[in-house]
């Protein structure tokens, strides 16, 4: 792809202070998008979104930072007409925030369920409903929604639950809004950087995972942003609808 792909295109992370939503905020600066990125306003965060914001800047490109608490409508609201003011018009949505949880059903409680479900699905329906009008109208905008690898399993609880929502919204979302914008939704597997975490939850799980898949690796973070950003190329013009799987083959079905 071109350095400069993204050259005069506005882009909005969500979730995007650290991990893989910083590496996309990256990613997509290096292809010349001026980016606004997302979290939750704790001090910690901020720290991280600055240095994000300072890599963004290195490329020469527009950064700004709006925190907001995805779980709230009226936040969601606040933060789409924030990215509005700031760069009067947005290209491209990245749906990344989304909190995991596996709890049993039995054992979750009623907070935990709409807070799962209302940041890694309500978000991308209220995220939508804002900006994709302004992107018809200009007449180009692209989409994409974090899935998981969880979607394709049915002991994650609700964070299943949601993921797979997000395929269905994904595809029903690239119904409505074509021609103009294309939706799409990225579904990795576990990621390199992340093992620590799902270790805290499964110790076997990295054991397991890498028997599984015949890369024999997983997938890192630059890997899954530099496909969020080949699909937001003209390459990918006629693709929307689409969930992609990134896992190294270990999720394929087998008996």
């Not at 709890?103 to 804002?130: G, H, S």
């Not at 990918?236 to 799987?245: E, K």
């Amino acid at each position: 792809m071109t350095e400069k792909l993204f050259d005069g295109k506005n882009a909005l992370i969500t979730g995007a202070y650290r991990n893989l939503g910083a590496v996309t905020a990256e990613t997509l600066a290096r292809y010349g998008a001026s980016v606004i990125i997302n979290d939750l306003d704790t001090p910690e965060l901020a720290a991280e979104g600055d240095r994000v914001l300072d890599c963004i800047r290195a490329y020469g490109v527009q950064a700004a930072a709006v925190p907001a608490d995805l779980s709230k409508s009226s936040e969601v609201h606040r933060l789409c007409r924030q990215a509005i003011e700031t760069f009067k018009r947005i290209d491209i949505i990245v749906n990344n925030a989304g909190p995991f949880n596996i709890d049993p059903y039995l054992e979750l409680n009623e907070e935990m369920w709409d807070m799962v479900m209302d940041i890694n699905l309500k978000a991308i329906y209220l995220t939508t409903r804002e900006l994709a009008p302004q992107m018809k109208a200009n007449g180009w905008g692209r989409i994409i929604n974090m899935c998981a690898g969880s979607a394709f399993v049915r002991n994650h609880g609700v964070y299943t639950l949601a993921k797979v929502g997000v395929q269905v919204i994904t595809e029903s979302l690239a119904l409505e809004l074509g021609p103009e914008i294309t939706v799409n939704a990225i579904a990795p597997g576990q990621i390199h950087e992340s093992l620590p975490a799902i270790t805290q939850f499964d110790p076997t799980f990295s054991e397991r995972y890498m028997a599984r898949s015949p890369v024999k690796r997983f997938v890192t973070r630059a890997e899954i942003a530099n496909i969020i950003a080949l699909i937001c190329s003209p390459a990918f013009d006629t693709m929307t609808g689409m969930t992609i799987q990134i896992n190294g083959g270990a999720e394929i079905p087998r008996f």
